[in-house]
């Protein structure tokens, strides 16, 4: 099994900046990818940010150039930087870790955007 904490989200105006972390523990050999997904009221859930264990990276469309994510391998965090935020970034940000073709999700953090 594998327990994904998250934290970092709250409530920012539009064009600021927050940084999510999410902090993985239990059996975390083996995981391959670890990301982070969101999910809008009415929305289906979508990828935000995607790394590999061997650090390459890929986002969605609506946030590249504005965020950035990154791995701690130490620490077994995962982080993402989220920049120049918009109202349509508004969203519960759930952390993602796949291990042997398996999903573990974390609880979710909410992000709120005020325009």
């Known amino acids: 099994q594998v327990q994904l904490v998250e934290s970092g989200g709250g409530l920012v105006q539009t064009g600021g900046s927050l940084r999510l972390s999410c902090a993985a523990s239990?059996?975390?050999?083996?995981?391959?990818?670890m990301g982070w997904y969101r999910q809008a009221p009415g929305k289906q859930r979508e990828l935000v940010a995607g790394?590999?264990?061997?650090?390459?990276?890929n986002y969605g469309d609506s946030v590249k150039g504005r965020f950035t994510i990154s791995r701690d391998n130490v620490k077994n965090t995962v982080y993402l930087q989220m920049n120049t935020l918009k109202p349509e970034d508004t969203a519960v940000y759930y952390c993602?870790?796949?291990?042997?073709?398996?999903?573990?999700w974390g609880q979710g953090t909410q992000v709120t955007v005020s325009s």
């Open positions: 993602n870790a796949v291990r042997r073709s398996y999903n573990y």
């Open positions: 239990g059996i975390i050999v083996g995981i391959n990818a």
């Open positions: 790394i590999t264990s061997g650090g390459s990276t």
